[in-house]
Structure formats: C-alpha cells, structure tokens
C-alpha cells in the first residue's frame, strides 16, 4: 500500500502521454485550453494550420492563436471555444469560416468544440477540433460555377424547350418558353404536357413526336406543326425532341426543343404573294422588261410588251445578249455596259437604239438594276419606247435654241442702238456747249436752248436704260459698291428728275431722317433705282400732281417709299409690271410710258442689291412702290473730305487731237476746246489720226472706237509704238459703255474711257490733269 500513490501518478501519466499520441495522430487539428481560454495544448495539424508551435501557443488566448472571420462579410466571428466555456455546451459546425495562420494564410475550415470537465463535472477546459476544408470548398465552388455556367446558357438559349419524363409530365422549362407562350414555371413544372395552358398545347403533331421518341428511342427532329394558341395566337412551330442520355445510358428525360418560325412562313407567304403580284405586273406593264443572267448578260425573261415592241417571240430572246437587239453596237460594248451594272448596280441610258425583227429602229432609255432574286443576282432591264419624246425634245430644243439666238440678237441690237443713238448726241451736246458761250443770248434763244438740253437728257436717260438691260439681261452688272449714305442717294436722284417734275408742274415732297442710313451698295445703281421710280410717277402723274418720296429705316432695313396721284395701275397689269417692256395701255399722243424697261431695271438693280420693291396701286388712286434694302450695321466713320474749291478744272492750253468719224462731233468738240483756249487738230478715220498723231504730236488724243480703216484700238496701238508718243494722253470717246468695253481700251494703251455723250465737265477734269509738252 506504501507503492500505490506512486502506481497512480505513474497511471496519469501514462494516460496522458496515451491521449496526447492519440491527438497528435489524429488528421484533424485539436487545441486545448484552460478556463481562462489560454491555450494549454495544440497537435501537429493544429500547429500546422494555426501557424503556431506548442512552445509559442502554450499560455497565448485562444483567439489570437485560432484567428478566425467570416468569408463573405470578413468579420471577425465568436471563436467556438469560448461559447463552449461560457456555456458548458458542445458547440457544432460552423459554416463560411477562414481561418487566418500566423502568416496571414487564410484556409476554409469547419470547426467543433466541447468543454472539457473534471470528476466533479466542473468544467476545467475545453477541446477545439477543426479541419483544413480549402480542397472540398473549391471542388463545391467548381462545381456550383459549373451549374451556374450551364444553367445560365440553359437560360438565354433563345429557343424554348421542355424537359419530359417518361410520364409526359415536365420536370423544367427554359425562359425562353416561359416568356413566348406566357406561363410560368408554377404552371409548368409537373404539369402533363398535354394538359399545359389548360389544354393548349394538346396538339395532334406533338403527340406523334413523343410517341415515336418513346418507342424507339431515336431522336424526332425539323417537325412541322400549326396550331391556333388561344393565348398567342396562330403559330407555325418546328420540333426536334430527343432522349436524354446518362452516364448508365438509362434515362425516361426527353428534351423537347420548340422552334417558332411563324415570322419565317409569314415571310415566305409574303414573298410569294409578291412573287404572284410581280409576275402580274410584269406581264401587264407598258414598258418592255428585260431580265438577264448577272454574270454572262444573257436575257432569261422577257415581257409581252417587249415582245410586241420587237416582234420577236419571247423563245427568240432568251438566251441572246443586248447587242444582239440592237441595244449596243456590238459585243465589246455590251460586255462593257453589263460589267458597269454588276460594280454599280444601277445604269441609266438614254436614247439608245432598237431595232425591230422588221428592221424599224426606234429610239428607246434602259434603266437597268442589279438585285437578289431567289437567292441569286440577276439583271433587270426596263426598256421604253422615248422615239416620239425624242422628237418633241428636239423640236422644243431646237425652238429654245431660236429663241435664245433672237435673245442674243435682240441684245446685241439694244446694244447696237444704243451706241448708235449716242452718235448723234455726243455733236448735239458739245453744240449746247458751245451755245452756252454765247454772251448775247436772246429770250427765244435761252428758251430753245433749254429745250434742246432737257430732251437731249430724256435722249440720255433712255439710252442708259438701253445698256443697263442689255448688261442684266446678259449678266455682265458689275456693282462698285461702298459704304453710302441713303440721303445723297436721294438728293442726286432728285436734281436728276427735277426737270422731268418741274415740266408737268409736279409738287415734290421729300422725306428723309436726321440721322443717316448708311447702305453698302453702287451709288450710282441706286441713283438709277429712286430716278426711274421718279421719272415713272412722273410719267404716269397727271399734271400738278403731288409725288412724295420719303426713306425711313425700318429695323435692319431701309425703306424707300415713292408715291403718286398719278392713274394707278390696272389689276391685271400689277402681277407683271416689273417684267421687261411692259406698258400699261399707251394714249393716242403717247404722253405716258417709254420703253416699258424703267421698272425692270428697278427690279433686277434692287435685287442685286439683296433687296427687295413692291408695289401698291389701284386704278385711279396712284401708285406706291416701296424699296427694301439690308442697312449697314455699325459703319466705321468716313475720312473728311478733301477742302477743294467749287470752281470748275480750267488748267492749261493743250495740243488736242479730236478722232471721230462723225464729222459734226469731230468739228463741234474741237470747237468747244477751242473755246476753252485748247489748240487742236481733227481726224475723221483710223489711218488719218496716226498720221495726224505723228505729225501733230497732241497733249491729248481724243479717240473714238469706232473707225474707219482702223479701229481706236489699233489706232491707240501704233501711236504706243511711236517713241514721241509714247507718254500722251489717250482718252477713248466710244459709244461702248460695257466693263468688257473699259478692260478692252484700258489693255489697248488708253488711259481714260468716256462714254458718248461724254460730260464736258468730266473731260475738262482729264484735260486739266495732263501736263503740256
């Protein structure tokens, strides 16, 4: 009995040692500890997977030994040992936990503990178990990826299908069937098929396609079926239903997959309804229909209205090229024009010949396409008979074509006339000079005088208007244009027309603001504009009328108003009466109207401007045309103008040559200067001014176009040519006016153009700037 204590310490130990090999060879980890929750044991797996070795664990907390959160939110969870301790309950598995090691190694566990109790069943420690779970937990997430990856194919497949068991009943459907026959999985899954969508799908097709599947377990595969659904209505649907195989190759499953092709079948019920209508149209249409083989050209179809055309036979033209009808000159061509449709895919020809099988040609357009036709490309041709629309286009061609040569001759007369009535004005005006000289002049002859003056201005205006058309009707307006005021516009107008209004005894109201408008346009265009408006309500005003004209702006516009008391113009004139040469009803003294070009040139100048004139009139009560045109916006200030005085250009005596085969301007010119204390010489052709030139040596040569023998330009070329003569003065003195006119002369060596009737004080201006020898 002295031995037994020792007998049972030897006992415990042995114990001991038993239970920690058998921890130690267990494959899962175990950890121990006392009441405190200090660590009092760890086998190798435990060390292996915590991190930690029994010498550094022994007397740590549990909870920084056994680290542990969990895997989806990442927080730190309860360790199971302290619940265990706390409660003196075995505390289960645990779901969704990572274990972090002391290296930050993070593995998934399951874990167990239980408390451990002495022989009074106090609780004296406590026992965790746990296991490494990384391997299995990624063998169940492979597979859960692969089931997702399969059912979410399963679900976008956008044909529906069904899964059938031996029993007919359906064990699932896809989205796709649920969405396009509008049920739902509760109405579907272990529903007899038959009876789904209360008897729907009871379909006599359908039953044939399962019954052949289950007898002789061959797949049924691309059967029709049509069916009047309730719910969706008429469908056409496609079925291939096929067994589902195992592993053990035993299984009941169908898999029932359903094709709608109704869009299909519409479709193709579609095309042939087109089909049905085309062929109609085709046999039907009054233009011959050529169709042809996209890639050789030869003609597969033809029309009636083509055969009729040709008097061919359909059997005689398919199978033939184009060239072969006519159609092209020959092989090379038709090739050519066939290789044109297949890269472009459409062509247009016109006036292509055709001839008949009895040999009548006739004239004929192709408009030819390349489309798809059943599934192949061909060539269509639509042919049609243009000979007798060939031969009214040509009339109607040939008429434009006259009428166009009497436009471009009545120009060219209007210019002609023009130049021609200046002729005779130019010595009518240098002999008013003249007369204007003369110191002793009577009443009577001051009276004559003055008549001869204002007609020979009416002589001038008119055959301005004459040039003017001339140059719009052709296009050849040039606008010089600048920043001008509205007023001045207004004022020269007014001195222009005044003797005009003073002669019928007109009263003349003008209206203009304080404040200038100021316009980017010709001056002198626009003078012409508010001149032809005055001199019409002049013409048309009875006398002792009253004419207003007034110019206001009006928000971005300026607005020019010239109103009369005059006849007022007729209703069914007022759609026309800016159109060239329109008059109203002339008188038998002919007091009223002119050309019938005043108010054309009104029109087209305005317009040219970017404005726009109306008119306002009725008969009896006057007239009103109103003037539209695009002000300036902020115009920089004008320089001052230059001081000179009011006295007319006198300076010295010149050596004048005066060139003109008018003789009576000639000698009245040369008179005038003469008049003026010029020397000067006259020559009546080309020949003669050279000579004249060479041996006079003039300041200033005064030279007409127009010459005999030798016209001014030739003249003005050789006198360039003289070494003596190089450095005088040439002044053309032409009844040409036109741009092309100015360019021409200024290329020939002249160094100022005036136009016949030349201004006397405008040429007193040049003469006053040449210097005498």
Not at 339 to 361: D, I, M
Not at 365 to 379: F, G
Not at 668 to 675: F, G, I, M, R, S
Not at 716 to 728: D, S
């Amino acid at each position: 009995m002295k031995d037994h204590p020792q007998s049972t310490g030897e006992a415990l130990h042995e114990q001991r040692e038993w239970l920690r090999v058998t921890l130690s060879s267990i494959g899962d980890g175990v950890i121990t500890c006392d009441t405190s929750g200090n660590v009092t044991f760890l086998n190798p797996v435990a060390q292996n997977l915590t991190g930690w070795s029994q010498d550094e664990a022994v007397g740590v907390p549990l909870v920084t030994v056994f680290n542990i959160i969990n895997q989806d939110t990442r927080r730190t969870v309860e360790n199971p040992a302290t619940r265990a301790l706390r409660e003196g309950v075995i505390v289960g598995l645990a779901n969704h936990t990572l274990l972090i090691s002391k290296d930050g190694t993070e593995r998934a566990i399951d874990d167990s503990a239980a408390p451990i109790r002495n022989e009074s069943n106090e609780v004296a420690g406590v026992v965790l178990v746990f296991r490494d779970i990384s391997e299995r937990y990624q063998q169940e997430r492979r597979i859960q990826d692969t089931l997702s990856y399969a059912n979410n194919i399963i679900a976008t497949l956008r044909e529906p299908f069904l899964v059938i068991n031996g029993n007919l009943k359906v064990q699932t459907a896809n989205r796709s069937f649920y969405e396009n026959f509008r049920t739902t999985p509760k109405e579907t899954e272990g529903v007899f098929v038959y009876n789904l969508s209360n008897g729907q799908w009871d379909i006599p097709g359908l039953r044939s396609v399962l019954a052949a599947v289950l007898a002789d377990h061959h797949p049924v595969l691309n059967y029709e079926v049509e069916h009047d659904f309730p719910t969706i209505g008429r469908r056409f649907l496609v079925l291939n239903a096929v067994r589902i195989r195992k592993m053990d190759n035993q299984s009941n499953l169908i898999l029932l997959a359903i094709e709608d092709i109704t869009d299909q079948k519409r479709s193709e019920l579609a095309l042939k309804d087109s089909e049905v209508r085309y062929r109609r149209l085709f046999e039907s249409a009054k233009d011959g229909i050529l169709i042809l083989d996209y890639n050789t050209g030869l003609i597969t179809d033809a029309n009636p209205f083509m055969s009729e055309l040709l008097n061919y036979p359909k059997d005689d033209l398919v199978g033939k090229e184009l060239w072969e009808i006519g159609l092209f000159r020959d092989k090379a061509e038709n090739e050519a024009a066939v290789r044109e449709v297949q890269e472009r895919s459409y062509k247009r020809w016109e006036h292509l010949p055709l001839e008949t099988k009895l040999g009548n040609r006739v004239e004929v357009e192709i408009v030819a396409n390349a489309y798809r036709e059943d599934h192949q490309q061909v060539i269509q041709c639509n042919i049609r008979d243009i000979t007798e629309r060939s031969r009214m286009e040509r009339k109607v061609k040939e008429q434009s074509e006259h009428l166009a040569d009497l436009g471009r001759r009545k120009d060219e007369f209007l210019a002609m006339l023009s130049h021609e009535l200046r002729n005779p004005l130019a010595p009518i005006s240098n002999a008013l000079q003249i007369l204007r000289l003369q110191k002793n002049e009577d009443q009577l002859q001051q009276s004559a005088r003055t008549t001869i003056e204002r007609q020979v201005g009416q002589l001038r205006h008119i055959i301005d208007d004459l040039m003017e058309v001339s140059r719009i009707t052709t296009g050849r307006v040039q606008l010089r244009q600048d920043r001008i005021a509205a007023a001045g516009i207004v004022e020269r107008a007014v001195e222009s027309a005044r003797p005009l209004l003073d002669q019928h005894r007109h009263e003349l109201t003008v209206t203009v603001p304080s404040q200038p408008i100021w316009l980017y346009a010709d001056a002198a265009r626009l003078e012409q504009v508010v001149v032809n408006l005055l001199t019409n309500a002049a013409k048309y005003t009875t006398d002792g009328g009253h004419v207003w004209l007034s110019v206001q702006q009006e928000g971005d516009e300026a607005v020019l108003r010239v109103r009369d008391t005059g006849v007022g113009i007729a209703p069914e004139l007022l759609p026309r009466i800016f159109d060239l040469f329109t008059q109203a009803e002339r008188t038998l003294d002919r007091s009223q109207g002119g050309l019938g070009i005043g108010l054309a040139l009104v029109h087209r100048l305005v317009e040219l401007h970017r404005g726009r004139v109306e008119v306002h009139s009725s008969l009896g009560r006057g007239s009103e045309f109103v003037v539209r045109l695009p002000v300036m916006r902020s115009p920089a200030p004008l320089p001052p103008p230059p001081v000179t005085e009011a006295t007319k250009p006198t300076g010295p005596s010149l050596r004048v040559l005066v060139v003109d085969d008018n003789v009576d301007a000639a000698t009245t010119l040369a008179e005038l200067l003469k008049a003026y204390r010029h020397d000067t010489r006259t020559a009546f052709d080309g020949l003669a001014a050279v000579e004249a030139a060479i041996a006079y040596q003039p300041d200033v040569v005064l030279l007409d176009i127009g010459l005999p023998k030798l016209d001014g330009y030739e003249v003005a070329n050789r006198i360039r040519q003289q070494p003596t003569l190089k450095h005088i003065v040439l002044v053309a003195m032409t009844g040409y006016g036109l741009e092309s006119d100015r360019e021409r002369s200024k290329a020939a060596g002249f160094n100022h153009h005036l136009v016949k009737p030349a201004e006397f004080d405008k040429l007193q201006e040049i003469l006053a700037t040449v210097k005498p020898k």
